[in-house]
């Protein structure tokens, strides 16, 4: 049993297979966290529920340990949850209301409000093997009068005491996402947060808290990822009296809804976890759990052709088919034409919202590049972006009360369009429609969803009744209700989150989509740290990788075809260059690499993921791949630059059998036999001189 009721101390003991996550009701029925950490005897625990006072500016100091705080009485800390009552009152006092087990897996703490009929579940789901759990809130209103939730969040987790508290999370912007970062924590509150519609490039939902000093390989690290696609919240904070917590969920920032007599609201889930692995257990927990729990599916990424950077919006039939020509000699397996093949859609000031094919760019209709691209082997794809619309668009003619929209203000252009509000029940139907049409009418197999600007004048012109500040809520609500029903419509379809890079990438818009586009900066250099910030929380299957021109266009850096094909490698592999101006030997060259990562594809797409070097600290990266079976692996490494008669590097590898011999091959044809013990302990040297040099190397079990 993972979960368990200690009657006689009143505690709630939730277990998995490397910690214990323990609560209970004390005295004065407040639901209060005990212990989150390595397993300990729950029955010894039970002092911890004592409540404390300290003086009357504190008088209730253990309220900043709750499981699930409401705004009221002497709760000061971060809330879980605010609310008005119809006569005005704002003030809670949720009390313990009983608990359920609706499966060995799942707990639901019952509370609610001392006077109103205001019900809340805190909910628990449990997933021993990866030592996470799962919660997420539903709040009820039996009352009958509307109440106004101001702030609802999914929950609070509670850090075990520590000397020091150092945050980890991630920053950056378009073309730099996923920038790792880490801070230590004083008293006061630490927020990171999106306010821009989308869970965007600038933050991303996940936390990690340790005593700064955990590593890749070893130490205590509590964590947590949440779900939400649009403005979320995650706050970090110490009080005064040394306790830390984390609150996330829905950004209660300018989104307060009303909660009508009779219904309720379910918040996203917010998965934490627990490891003393350090950083390299905690993303390995959240990537096989992303695999079994939260993907859509479980198909290896197909190798993709994606005409992005090779045509911008000139595209046309002719183009596209010397491109697929080309892709296919690569051993390409899916050819992906992206912006730029509808409506008026010759640059970004027009077209979008649009969704016919253009009749000068495809004089005989798509279906001709598509029979093109299947009688070459591959499957065919498409690019969307059905929330934006260019003012300069006849869908914007026809509908122009469908965009976001404060009567007295222009509207914000950004990328010179505007955003449907895609919280009215029309726009929604609407996005529904086209996009049934164009999967029923085309043979197509894979949609890249876009979404290229941030939400601004979020008003609505609609009569509809819906209250302004839920459209945050309500779009994103519809945007996974699209998705959900197109998944339902067409289940061979495989669909990519992309919002101008990886501003959409959550494990709210994991359930739905396949992969992911990442960033925009396709240079392989500034990927490798894109990529390592990503996957300390983001499973490397469904990172999405381009093999594009040297020199890059952004930064004009100049990278071996080896080094771009390596990095793009470490995810699934996608080239995005214009190939029809490769040589024959890059061609080539190119084609061998398709080839290789289809041999290693498994180990990539199924397989655990050890950082061994990052550039953060030093001029070499590497990373390795273990099969899920153990039989193969695969190491990255790359040098930045070399310092002559700078000490001989090695790298010590991870996650291997001690006791077993592995065939390592560094280069073709070069290979040794090395027990795992040498290969872990003494490393295998890594010889690699210059600037921007890589090396692939593949072990093999052989005994
Ligand atoms: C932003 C995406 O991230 C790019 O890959 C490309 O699809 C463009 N939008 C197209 O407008």
Redesign the pocket.
């Known amino acids: 049993m993972s979960i368990c009721y200690l009657k006689e101390q009143n505690l709630f003991e939730i277990r998995t297979h490397r910690s214990t996550y323990l609560f209970g009701i004390n005295e004065r029925g407040t639901v209060q966290h005990v212990y989150w950490g390595s397993p300990v005897e729950a029955s010894e625990c039970a002092d911890r529920l004592k409540p404390r006072h300290h003086s009357s500016f504190d008088a209730a100091i253990d309220q900043e340990t709750e499981e699930f705080g409401g705004w009221g009485g002497t709760h000061f800390a971060e809330p879980v949850l605010r609310a008005t009552f119809s006569d005005g009152v704002r003030d809670l006092k949720m009390v313990y209301d009983g608990f359920g087990q609706p499966g060995d897996r799942e707990l639901v703490i019952r509370l609610k409000d001392a006077h109103y009929a205001l019900r809340v579940e805190v909910h628990y789901r449990v997933i021993p093997e990866f030592d996470l759990i799962e919660r997420y809130v539903q709040v009820y209103n039996d009352e009958t009068q509307p109440v106004k939730i101001e702030q609802i969040m999914s929950a609070v987790w509670s850090v075990q005491a520590l000397p020091e508290y150092r945050l980890t999370h991630v920053t950056g912007r378009w073309a730099a996402e996923f920038q790792l970062r880490s801070e230590t924590l004083s008293e006061g509150k630490k927020t990171l947060e999106s306010r821009r519609g989308f869970t965007g490039p600038h933050a991303n939902p996940w936390f990690a808290i340790d005593n700064g000093k955990a590593d890749e390989t070893s130490g205590q690290v509590w964590f947590g990822a949440l779900g939400w696609s649009g403005n979320w919240k995650i706050v970090a904070e110490k009080t005064t009296f040394g306790h830390v917590r984390v609150v996330g969920g829905v950004n209660d920032f300018d989104s307060s809804f009303v909660l009508d007599p009779g219904s309720s609201f379910t918040t996203p889930v917010f998965t934490g976890g627990y490891t003393s692995e350090g950083f390299g257990g905690m993303s390995r927990n959240l990537h096989r759990y992303q695999a079994e729990y939260v993907l859509p599916s479980s198909r290896p990424r197909k190798v993709l052709y994606?005409s992005?950077e090779a045509t911008y919006f000139d595209v046309t039939a002719e183009g596209q088919k010397a491109l697929a020509r080309r892709a296919a000699r690569l051993g390409v397996e899916r050819f992906v034409v992206?912006?730029g093949w509808f409506g008026a859609r010759n640059s970004?000031r027009a077209g979008l919202g649009d969704w016919y094919v253009n009749p000068e760019k495809f004089p005989n209709g798509l279906q001709e590049l598509i029979d093109e691209v299947k009688g070459l082997g591959m499957e065919f794809g498409l690019?969307v972006?059905p929330e934006s619309v260019n003012p300069d668009s006849e869908l914007f003619r026809k509908h122009p009360e469908w965009v976001y929209h404060f009567p007295t203000r222009e509207g914000t252009l950004l990328r010179n369009q505007l955003l449907l509000n895609l919280a009215l029940p029309e726009v929604k139907a609407f996005v529904l429609d086209f996009m049934t049409e164009l999967l029923s009418r085309y043979e197509i197999s894979f949609i890249?969803w876009?979404m290229?600007r941030t939400v601004t004048e979020p008003g609505t012109m609609s009569a509809e009744g819906l209250e302004g500040r839920s459209v945050w809520i309500r779009h994103v609500e519809n945007l996974y209700e699209i998705w959900a029903e197109l998944r339902r419509r067409f289940p061979d379809v495989e669909f990519e989150t992309?919002a101008?890079?990886g501003g959409r990438i959550d494990l709210g818009i994991l359930r739905f989509a396949d992969q992911a586009?990442i960033s925009?900066n396709t240079d392989a250099r500034d990927r490798l740290t894109i990529q390592e910030g990503f996957g300390y929380v983001y499973s490397p299957s469904v990172m999405m990788c381009w093999v594009t021109e040297s020199p890059h266009g952004f930064n004009g850096r100049s990278l071996p075809l080896s080094f771009r094909f390596h990095s793009a490698m470490m995810g699934g592999l996608g080239i995005g260059a214009d190939i029809t101006g490769w040589s024959e030997e890059e061609m080539e060259e190119a084609a061998r690499w398709v080839a290789v990562y289809k041999e290693i594809r498994p180990t990539i797409m199924q397989g655990d993921l050890y950082r061994l070097e990052s550039m953060r600290n030093t001029n070499a990266a590497a990373y390795q791949y273990v099969g899920q079976d153990g039989q193969e692996a695969v190491v990255f490494a790359f040098l930045h630059s070399q310092h002559f008669g700078s000490e001989e590097r090695r790298l010590r590898l991870q996650g291997l059998d001690p006791n077993a011999v592995y065939e390592v091959e560094s280069a073709p044809g070069a290979t040794v036999q090395r027990h795992g013990s040498t290969l872990m302990n003494l490393g295998i040297p890594l010889t690699l001189q210059g600037d921007y040099k890589s090396r692939l190397i593949r072990l093999k079990r052989v005994d």
């Open positions: 994606n992005w992206d912006d970004d690019w972006e890249k876009d290229n992309c101008g890079g586009w925009d």
